[in-house]
């Protein structure tokens, strides 16, 4: 039997259900109603629906088993995700529809327990990335997660998303001892009413005051924009554009928007009767 399950399968059901073969699909935080399902699981004539209506105690988990995947001894970096979800709702983000509009942090203890099994079982050579919608949520959580790492995991760490205005000068010394080579902060748009259409909770100049700051302690500095938000137009995004120039960051991305179900920006598209090619894909 095949399972399918995660963001895209809990975004996307009834397109996943067109396609032969699949036998599950999980919508929702499928890790204790697989347990439910996996031991009688068969090849099914359609896909079986299986909702997950309660959030995961993340404390309680298992560690990953990388073992079970095939050619695990030549892995190199180890993801982890420290928490879950993001209370923030910008108007684009696909995490508006996932996660219950919640943010729940694993125990820091937990997480570098995890990386040092990885280290033991896999590869002590192994590089780290934390994946989270938004870990410095808690910032005092994440500092500690960051002074245990510097401690107990000598490895690079790359953190994948932070917000700006959690960026401070503690969180940054703490980045330098755990290896951290580069940083990216989301913009997302730097024309002002763009930027407060998109919903981000921060202002642009936190963003800027938080790039400054990252530059001076000379770690690698990436800003990422969206192009066509609700509002956008060719004019204003030279508005991001003029921005980038101004921050001199390292890398630039500037990515065009899918209008994701379930957030303020595909309500919008649907409103003014946009036209939707297809519902996810290539930009």
């Known amino acids: 039997p095949i399972m399918i399950g995660g963001p895209h399968a809990t975004l996307y059901t009834d397109?996943?259900?067109?396609?032969?073969?699949i036998d599950y699909i999980f919508r929702g935080e499928a890790e204790l109603t697989l347990l439910e399902v996996i031991e009688k699981a068969k090849k099914e004539k359609k896909p079986q629906i299986i909702n997950s209506e309660y959030l995961v105690d993340l404390d309680t988990l298992p560690f990953p088993d990388y073992k079970s995947f095939y050619d695990w001894q030549s892995m190199t970096n180890y993801s982890i995700m420290t928490s879950r979800g993001c209370p923030f709702q910008?108007?684009?983000?696909?995490?508006?529809g996932l996660a219950y509009r919640r943010w729940r942090p694993r125990n820091p203890e937990k997480c570098i327990q995890e990386l040092e099994k990885a280290q033991k079982e896999i590869s002590p050579n192994l590089k780290f990335v934390v994946?989270?919608?938004?870990?410095?949520?808690?910032?005092?959580?994440?500092?500690n997660f960051l002074k245990m790492y510097s401690q107990?995991?000598?490895?690079?760490?790359t953190v994948v998303n932070v917000r700006a205005d959690g960026v401070t000068d503690e969180f940054l010394?703490?980045?330098?001892?755990?290896?951290?080579n580069f940083i990216s902060v989301g913009v997302e748009h730097a024309h002002p009413e763009v930027f407060k259409s998109i919903n981000k909770g921060e202002t642009l100049e936190q963003i800027e005051k938080a790039a400054l700051l990252i530059k001076k302690y000379n770690i690698g500095l990436g800003l990422s924009f969206v192009i066509g938000v609700p509002g956008d137009t060719l004019e204003r995004t030279k508005a991001s554009i003029k921005f980038c120039k101004k921050v001199?960051?390292?890398?630039?991305?500037?990515?065009?928007?899918?209008?994701y179900r379930y957030t303020a920006a595909r309500e919008w598209f649907e409103k003014n009767n946009a036209k939707l090619y297809n519902?996810?894909?290539?930009d």
């Open 152 to 157: 107990r995991i000598k490895a690079e760490l």
């Open 248 to 259: 001199k960051a390292d890398e630039y991305s500037i990515n065009l928007i899918s209008p």
């Open 90 to 96: 910008c108007s684009f983000c696909a995490s508006a």
């Open 279 to 282: 519902e996810i894909g290539y």
């Open 131 to 143: 994946f989270d919608d938004n870990p410095i949520t808690d910032k005092e959580r994440f500092n």
């Open 15 to 21: 397109i996943l259900e067109q396609i032969p073969g």
């Open 173 to 180: 010394r703490l980045l330098k001892k755990c290896r951290v």
